[in-house]
């Protein structure tokens, strides 16, 4: 009599249930930032074009605020963000709540940035020596 068995290449339990997002977007405004306890991050919006209508013309955009807390991640975002950048973001979805000043709770959701690829880089500034050094090596 055969028996099947399945092989494992983890001792860890495999995780069924994650929140992660995809966002495919140009960059509008960053800006890095340094918690009080001395954390660095940095946080930028991604610009979503929304297309409707037969013309299939963009209509509006969908921003999307995410943050960047790695610190791996946060340094080549300093070399390489820059306005008008497409990039390929991958990140956490986290649901947020607080107590407004008027005592209400408001909920939200933030995107918590996990790994990006420049797709295509934005105009150059004026200043040369301001080009991200990963552009250069493309």
């Not at 919006?45 to 946060?74: C, H, M, P, S």
């Not at 950048?85 to 986290?94: D, G, K, L, S, Y």
């Amino acid at each position: 009599m055969l028996r099947s068995f399945t092989r494992s290449l983890s001792a860890s339990a495999p995780r069924l249930t994650f929140a992660r997002a995809t966002i495919v977007g140009n960059v509008g405004k960053f800006d890095f930032h340094e918690t009080e306890k001395g954390v660095k991050y940095v946080r930028y919006a991604l610009a979503v074009d929304k297309y409707a209508g037969k013309d299939n013309e963009a209509k509006e955009a969908n921003w999307f605020n995410i943050t960047a807390f790695d610190e791996k991640q946060r340094l080549r975002l300093e070399k390489t963000l820059r306005i008008g950048n497409t990039m390929f973001v991958e990140a956490h979805i986290q649901p947020t709540k607080y107590v407004a000043e008027d005592g209400k709770t408001i909920h939200g959701t933030s995107f918590i940035h996990r790994s990006f690829e420049v797709i295509r880089f934005g105009k150059k500034p004026a200043d040369a020596s301001e080009i991200p050094a990963e552009e250069e090596s493309q």
